[in-house]
């Protein structure tokens, strides 16, 4: 039997498909507005060049994009456009990407929602259920650092439901614009730029970053008594907000015996959870991420009364009063 996950148990399954709006608090707030997941078992779509509209302004990657109104009627099909050519990382399924995008409405031009104005990007798992499927088939095999077009029928999109809240009806085809800035999957790992790690107190952890687990070396002495947070890789993005959720490889160690209570390093899957949850189940993680840099590898140890204290999770390495040894590569805020 599969031991249920440690440190995600409290985490809602569906935490990915919160962070659609690219703003956590008003995403939790009210529903999403956009490419959240409408389920379809309809078969995979034919992919067509057009027609599509015209993007008449906001021309470069990264700027807001102006889309003129689409004329006659769109594609049964999905349809799919390059506007530019990236020549980063290919996109398979079940990747993780980060992207800014505007969505509007076909037969109006009525834009329903856009990442850009936020200022703040998307952060999703192109996978079935996570995202809706026009999306998913449209990305799978794009580079990131390109700009896509394309226009998705209600089949790959909301459904014949549509999407009440953001006007848009079951009928309607969609057209989005979508930046993709980069993407994640379980072999990614933190690139930042190493930092001395000198004090003989405390774990040595490697700076590999091939997406294998990072060796661990924790000292044969006392471990500290307060939380350390300390930067192993230091990366360049923004600083992580005690509201954000975080897209990561990590893995987590009990101090004394050295044992891995869990990782996602080499499992072939990424984590995500709220830091906000976080605080109720080990409170010394969510502070040690705070304020840390997204890019990052970070050590963290976690005193007894800031992880699980005198009620550890039964049957498992880590025991009353443990000190716990984590390594997050923090790949990306959600």
């Not at 031991?3 to 990915?16: D, E, F, K, T």
């Amino acid at each position: 039997m599969r031991r249920r996950s440690l440190l995600l148990a409290a985490v809602p399954a569906g935490l990915v498909t919160l962070s659609a709006c690219g703003d956590n608090k008003s995403a939790s707030s009210k529903a999403s507005a956009s490419p959240t997941p409408s389920v379809s078992t309809a078969p995979p779509p034919k992919i067509v060049e057009g027609p599509l509209p015209a993007i008449t302004a906001g021309t470069k990657f990264g700027e807001k994009p102006t889309v003129a109104k689409g004329t006659g009627e769109p594609s049964k099909n999905l349809a799919v456009r390059t506007v530019i050519a990236g020549s980063g990382r290919t996109v398979a399924e079940n990747d993780f990407i980060q992207a800014n995008y505007l969505g509007q409405i076909w037969d109006t031009a009525k834009v329903f929602d856009n990442s850009y104005d936020r200022k703040s990007t998307l952060v999703m798992q192109l996978a079935q259920g996570s995202i809706i499927d026009g999306w998913r088939y449209a990305l799978m095999g794009k580079k990131t650092g390109s700009r896509i077009e394309i226009a998705v029928p209600p089949t790959w999109g909301y459904g014949t439901s549509g999407n009440a809240q953001a006007g848009i009806k079951g009928t309607d085809t969609l057209v989005f614009v979508i930046d993709l800035i980069d993407s994640f999957n379980s072999k990614s790992s933190a690139h930042g730029k190493a930092v001395a790690q000198t004090d003989a107190a405390l774990p040595k952890v490697a700076t590999d970053t091939d997406g294998n687990v990072p060796k661990v070396t924790v000292p044969k002495t006392a471990p500290p008594k307060k939380l350390v947070s300390e930067y192993v890789l230091e990366g360049d993005g923004a600083e992580l907000k005690a509201d954000q959720a975080v897209l990561c490889q990590f893995q987590g160690l009990v101090w004394d015996s050295g044992k891995t209570f869990e990782r996602t390093y080499g499992s072939g899957r990424l984590a995500q959870f709220s830091l906000q949850q976080m605080q109720q189940t080990v409170k010394g993680l969510a502070l040690g991420l705070t304020g840390k840099k997204i890019g990052s590898r970070v050590l963290i140890v976690v005193p007894p009364e800031l992880g699980y204290g005198n009620t550890p999770p039964s049957g498992g390495v880590i025991k009353k009063g443990s000190t716990l040894v984590f390594t997050v590569d923090i790949l990306a805020a959600m």
